[in-house]
């Protein structure tokens, strides 16, 4: 009889283990996404307040006139993740958030990173690769991991970097 029950739950604390490993993706929606930004440092945020929305959505616009409008986000349901890789000297840099997923403790922002290979034709002109997304609401700590990825086809994945929530 004993061994019946230490199978189920065995079988609990394996799948346990699968989600913290794994995790659950998360649907999300991109907000806007591109090659030119005011935001001049690379960036990871997660935006909670329609105030932090509205701080960062300025400084992204920088001196564009006339400014885009802000899109819409439901901070009643959803959140802003915002990556940013900061400026750049050329062309041939982009950012995406590619996944997003939830683990018992943790939010996991997976984002892609590309840089130019050597060799590749690029604009000369400074760029400062962006991506918004809006994500259902949650209180997990949020885990960017980045993927870096060369068009000469490399990849490398760093260490994630656990970052702090927007003060703005």
Known sequence: MRKWLSQPVCAVLALSA???AFGTELPFR???KGGYS????ATNLVIQSTGEWAALWKRHQGTVDPTAPMPAVDFGKEMVVAVAMGRKPTG????????????PSHLRIFVTERTPG??????QAFTAPFHFVAVAKSSL?????RETESNGGGKSWPNSASTPRSQE
């Open 18 to 20: 699968l989600t913290e």
């Open 30 to 32: 991109s907000l806007d």
């Open 38 to 41: 005011g935001i001049a440092q």
């Open 92 to 103: 041939g840099y982009s950012i995406k958030v590619r996944r997003i997923e939830t683990t």
């Open 118 to 123: 050597p060799g590749d034709l690029v604009t």
């Open 141 to 145: 700590k949020p885990d960017f991991v």
